[in-house]
C-alpha cells in the first residue's frame, strides 16, 4: 500500500510560487496514478491536479489550470506540484493521494498534508 507523504508547504507572499513534493513508500509506483488535493479551512477537500501512472496524462481543475503543474518521477518515487501565481485563495492543506486504478480515482490512499499559506 502507498503511503504518500507531503512536504514543502508553507508561508509565500501572493504572487509568488511554491513546489509541493510527495514521496511514496512503494516499490510499484509506477502502478499508481497520483493527484493532488486541497482542503481550505471550512470547505470540503476537492481536487487540484492528477497524473498518470507513467506520467503522460494529467488533469487539472479549473481553478488552478495553467497555474499549476503537476510531474512525477517514477525512478525517485516522487510526485510534484508546482504553484505559481499565488493567490490568497489557494490557501489550504494540500494532500498527495494514490489511486492504483487511474488519475480519474477512486483515490485510496492519502497522506496526512502540508500546509500552503498565501498572504496577501
Known amino acids: 500500500q502507498v503511503q504518500p507523504v507531503e512536504s514543502g508547504g508553507g508561508l509565500v507572499q501572493a504572487g509568488g510560487s511554491l513546489r509541493l513534493s510527495c514521496a511514496a513508500s512503494?516499490?510499484?509506483?509506477?502502478?499508481?496514478?497520483m493527484a493532488w488535493f486541497r482542503q481550505a479551512p471550512g470547505k470540503e477537500r476537492r481536487f487540484v491536479a492528477g497524473?498518470?501512472?507513467?506520467?503522460?496524462?494529467?488533469r487539472y481543475s479549473d481553478s488552478v489550470r495553467g497555474q499549476f503543474t503537476i510531474s512525477r518521477d517514477n525512478a525517485k518515487n516522487m510526485v510534484y506540484l508546482q504553484m505559481n501565481s499565488l493567490k490568497a485563495d489557494d490557501t489550504a492543506l494540500y494532500y498527495c493521494?494514490?489511486?492504483?486504478?487511474?488519475?480519474?480515482?477512486?483515490?485510496?490512499?492519502w497522506g496526512q498534508g502540508t500546509q500552503v499559506t498565501v498572504s496577501s
Open positions: 512503494v516499490r510499484t509506483f509506477g502502478s499508481y496514478a
Open positions: 497524473i498518470s501512472k507513467d506520467g503522460h496524462g494529467t
Open positions: 493521494a494514490a489511486s492504483s486504478v487511474s488519475f480519474n480515482g477512486p483515490y485510496d490512499s
